[in-house]
């Protein structure tokens, strides 16, 4: 479990193709170095965070780490595009001490998103993206958070119909996280608010229960009949 609030940028010094054929082949080794901080702490096997995706230490000095990151991973996310010196977000897992100062992030990316636009506010920059899984949209409400390459950052703007979202990163984030080095084209990993996932399931779920309990008549669906109700208060007070 993480944040979402970016405690360092590293540096990739080092991707080395894995070809471990008990595996199947076709994963890497990363090395993030520049990054002593949160390695001060550090325990084989922990937790990080690298542009939102959660992986597992496998190695560590007192400046420098090293991950594995699986085919499956590299498809799912931009971890796939990383060469030598790309610069990525970093945070350590929570612990009891930690300060929610963020939402809650698992570190599982969603889908990745294309930047559309990046247009300048005064300091501030705000940053359009296009989703490639477009159903993501339908967690991503404006003024709630979703979290950008391992960023929780707040929802500005959502387009569901053109399929994009925006979000405003102030001068202060942009020394502190990568999109804000990002251009028109490049790609970022994505993360919806699980509380949308689990607020969705549990809705559905009831509605689901009372279709069963309903014969013949759930057929129709309670939560249609529901808001065909209530389009059709609203049309009778039009008249």
Not at 55 to 65: P, R
Not at 68 to 93: C, F, H, M, Q
Not at 95 to 110: K, L, W, Y
Request: charged letters at 25%; one cysteine or more; aromatic letters at 6%.
């Amino acid at each position: 479990m993480f944040t979402g609030i970016v405690e360092t940028i590293g540096t990739v010094t080092a991707l080395e193709a894995q070809d471990d054929t008990a595996a199947g082949g076709g994963g890497t080794s990363l090395t993030i170095s520049n990054c002593a901080d949160i390695l001060t702490d550090a325990h084989l096997g922990d937790s990080i965070s690298i542009n939102g995706t959660c992986l597992t230490i496998t190695s560590f000095t007192t400046s420098e780490f090293k991950v594995g990151v699986s085919p499956e991973t590299l498809r799912r996310t931009n971890l796939g595009s990383l060469t030598k010196e790309s610069k990525v977000n970093l945070e350590r897992a929570v612990s009891a001490e930690t300060r929610m100062g963020g939402h809650f992030v698992q570190g599982h990316v969603d889908t990745v998103a294309t930047i559309l636009s990046v247009t300048p506010d005064g300091n501030a920059l705000t940053f359009r993206f296009g989703p490639r899984d477009k159903e993501v949209l339908r967690y991503v409400v404006e003024k709630g958070y979703v979290t950008l390459d391992g960023a929780s950052l707040t929802i500005t703007r959502v387009e569901d119909g053109e399929g994009w979202w925006e979000v405003m990163l102030i001068a202060y984030t942009q020394e502190r996280v990568v999109t804000a080095g990002k251009g028109v084209g490049e790609e970022v990993n994505v993360e919806v608010d699980m509380v949308g996932k689990y607020v969705e399931k549990s809705v559905r779920g009831y509605f689901g229960g009372l279709e069963k309990g309903s014969g013949e008549e759930g057929r129709g669906g309670v939560l249609e009949r529901i808001i065909g109700k209530i389009v059709e208060d609203k049309m009778r007070g039009l008249k």
